[in-house]
C-alpha cells in the first residue's frame, strides 16, 4: 500500500483548536451558516417551481415507507 502524498510536500491541516483564530472560526460560521440557508431556499423554490418533481419525490417516499413497514 503506497502513501498517496508521498513526496510532496502538504503542510499538515490544523487541528479543532489549532491555529485559527476566534475571527476566523465566526467567518467560517458565518458562511456557512449562509450557505445551509441558500440550499433550503434553493431547494424549497425547487419544490415550487416544478410541482410534478415534489409530486413524484412524496409518491416515491410513500412507496419506501409502505415497503418496510410490518404488517
Known sequence: M???TAGQDVPPRPGPQGDISPEEV????RRRAIF????AEARE????????RSRRARIHAALRRRTFRIN
Open 26 to 29: 465566526r467567518e467560517h460560521l
Open 36 to 39: 445551509l440557508r441558500e440550499l
Open 2 to 4: 503506497t502513501d498517496v
Open 45 to 52: 423554490l425547487r419544490r415550487r417551481v416544478t410541482p410534478h
